[in-house]
């Protein structure tokens, strides 16, 4: 549904002056001090609102608002444990257990990316090479759910073709990051991320009042259990406001794995592991600045998490108290008290009759749960009298089932049209500062870790500015391809949970065991990522039905079952994080345990403070 | 409570919450505690990181 599609002069004006202060902020920082490296290098501190929100604005995208908020309309308010997650372990966490480490460890080193800083620590160029290799290859997968997120956005908001979307926002993306727009400038990236957060304050508070209040709108989803469709309800789901039903061995308990093992750990555990996270505590000038940092950090995530999470839930009781008209014809009572009935939708053709609507999915009448409020006698195309009911339903009927739209219509449809333009450039900057994050990772994964260490006869090259430019060309293009192409039930969050579990079973070990262990070996370290990333992409390929039927490998080698265990209720709903990063850390552990352990001077470079 | 029945959804609800102000206490009480010093190896980092930067 699109819900005001107009561009308005004011919208136009709006637009052209936030673009205009963006620019001037980033002339500004330009002018003097503008990225990390410079109030580190001018010996001076950053602001800690500077460092907590402009690390929360490389972290949050349009991936977690409008991926993940309408995943949290589709399936309610389980998500709120990843808010949970990322505030607790993304900020908490990362903060006090790993910035002050990883800091000192990258300075000590003198490591400035991710597969360069555990191939400095375990002195070996094959694991660079392959952290760097995973980096340019699943990156752009990452980056294509931010864009998916943003042109889906954008064409709802402005009422244009997907496809017209996504090629405007690839073409921002590429002038911002190719003339070097990649630099993180600050100033600019809190500016936005200041915005965002003020943006999802008033989503928020809207969103409440619209409903009545904080009780009265959780109550009145909680009575909407009943709603949910069919398909979902056959795998679990119970409500918006009620986790989904737990148990293993039946289909009906399918959703908990979903939402538990992907979308809440393989994302709230993963952020540990994310390269251009990690890269940042490198930036930061001391302990005391991490420090500081943690509470603004912790607001700005639960803002920008939790406010998307919340909304894109109660968006399906502000579609029952204020969407638009849905018709049709009843098939079945559901509760007949409170009037709800299952319908058969129906709308007027061109001479005036009600014909019924036809679902492009099953190619048969669509049916919605619908709130009735008015029931009138018509007449069908052959004059057959029939009742008519009219009645509002879910955000997910709205949307026709596409999660991803879930939010961008809810704005659409219920904020005024202003907010709606400021909104999507809150959603702009949101995606660029996480974009020319990603695409800095992509440029050094290619030229630093990959070009320069695969150098004739084991020697390094020097670095090549032009593999850099071209590994982000490739990049942005494999990005959009992807974005372009595919297109199923809420790509953007499986896409970013693909990502962050990958980066969480490769990197995590042997990232742990090279910030708070000696004996952890060089050996150790490269068998835990093989065996994570071995592990992770079987599972991906054969086992974990959506992502594996989708590949289309696994029907190939059953004979068209979508998971080698299809007979084998809930394993094919399973993220590969519970079996992969259990067995990256086993691997890691017994391997270390036969292996030579570093030596006792490289130990004493790391860790000169535990080595006297 | 709230209008949530579900037990696991109020906990993740005002977990939230609760971790943040956890946070909130965790940075006033640690505003000061950490040293803030600017080593010759960070501004050498700081340096190259710089020079990584401005190539790209």
């Keep these: 549904m699109a819900g005001n599609p107009s561009v308005g002069w004011i919208d136009i004006l709006v637009i052209l002056a936030y673009l205009l202060a963006t620019g001037y902020l980033g002339w500004l920082g330009y002018r003097g001090t503008r990225s990390a490296a410079d109030f580190l290098v001018g010996g001076r501190s950053a602001h800690p609102i500077i460092m907590a929100v402009s690390y929360g604005a490389t972290f949050i995208s349009t991936a977690a608002i409008v991926g993940f908020g309408g995943v949290a309309g589709l399936f309610g308010m389980s998500l709120l444990w990843l808010t949970f997650l990322n505030i607790a372990i993304g900020i908490l966490i990362a903060f006090t257990l790993f910035g002050e480490p990883t800091r000192r460890l990258g300075h000590r080193l003198g490591a400035h990316t991710f597969p360069e800083f555990l191939g400095l620590r375990y002195q070996s160029r094959g694991i660079q090479i392959l952290a760097g290799a995973l980096i340019f290859l699943f990156m752009p997968l990452y980056s294509a759910a931010v864009m998916t997120g943003g042109s889906i956005f954008a064409s709802t908001q402005f009422g244009i073709d997907f496809e017209v979307a996504l090629l405007i926002f690839a073409v921002i993306t590429a002038a911002y990051v190719i003339p070097g727009g990649l630099k993180a400038v600050m100033y600019t990236d809190t500016f936005q991320g200041l915005i965002m957060a003020l943006a999802m304050i008033f989503l928020l508070v809207f969103t409440y009042s619209s409903l009545g209040g904080i009780t009265e709108g959780h109550r009145y989803l909680t009575e909407m259990a009943d709603m949910v469709p069919a398909p979902l309800q056959n795998m679990g789901h119970e409500g918006w406001t009620a986790m989904p039903a737990f148990g293993w061995g039946s289909h009906t308990y399918d959703l908990w794995w979903i939402v538990i093992t992907s979308i809440i750990l393989g994302v709230g555990i993963g952020v540990l592991a994310q390269p251009q996270l990690i890269v940042r505590f490198m930036t930061v000038r001391s302990r005391r600045e991490l420090d500081r940092a943690v509470p603004i950090g912790a607001i700005f995530i639960m803002l920008m998490t939790g406010t998307p999470f919340l909304v894109g839930s109660l968006s399906n009781a502000w579609f029952a108290q204020h969407g638009p008209m849905l018709h049709g014809k009843v098939v079945k009572e559901i509760d007949a008290e409170k009037d709800r009935a299952l319908v058969e939708l129906m709308k007027q053709n061109d001479a005036g009759d009600w014909v019924a609507i036809i679902s492009p999915k099953t190619q048969a009448p669509a049916k919605a749960a619908l709130i009735v409020s008015e029931r009138t006698q018509v007449q069908d195309a052959s004059s057959q009298d029939f009742e008519l009911v009219g009645g509002r339903s879910t955000a997910l009927t709205y949307v026709k089932g596409d999660a991803d739209k879930i939010i961008p219509a809810f704005i659409s449809a219920a904020l005024p049209h202003w907010f709606g333009v400021i909104f999507f450039l809150a959603l702009l900057a949101a995606a660029m500062s996480t974009i020319s994050s990603q695409f800095h990772t992509i440029g050094t994964a290619a030229g630093r870790d990959l070009y320069e260490q695969v150098g004739s006869k084991g020697q390094s090259r020097e670095p090549s500015l032009l593999v850099m430019r071209l590994a982000i060309v490739l990049g942005l293009l494999i990005a959009v391809s992807i974005s372009y192409t595919v297109r199923q039930e809420y790509i953007i969050a499986r896409f970013t949970a693909i990502f962050f579990g990958l980066c969480a079973t490769s990197f995590l070990p042997a990232y742990i065991g090279g910030l708070f262990s000696q004996r952890v070996t060089r050996a150790g370290a490269l068998t835990s990522m093989v065996v994570g990333m071995g592990v992770s992409l079987f599972w991906l390929l054969l086992v974990k039905s959506k992502e594996a039927a989708a590949i289309g490998l696994v029907q190939r080698v059953t004979g068209g079952k979508t998971s080698i265990l299809a007979d084998y209720p809930n394993w094919p709903a399973v993220d590969p994080i519970i079996v992969a990063l259990p067995a990256a850390f086993l691997a890691l552990i017994l391997v270390s345990a036969v292996t030579k352990p570093p030596s006792a001077e490289h130990l004493r470079h790391c860790f000169p403070e535990r080595n006297p | ?56």
């Excluded at chain 2, 909130?24 to 710089?50: C, F, M, S």
Aim: proline share 4%; hydrophobic share 50%; glycine share 6%.
């Design chain 2, 1 to 56: 409570m709230i209008g949530i029945d579900d037990p696991f959804v109020l906990i993740a609800y005002f977990g939230i919450i609760a971790s943040a102000v956890a946070s909130l206490i965790y940075g006033l009480v640690r505003r000061n505690a950490a040293r803030d010093d600017v080593t010759p190896e960070d501004r050498q980092w700081a340096l190259d990181e710089k020079k990584v930067d401005d190539d790209i």
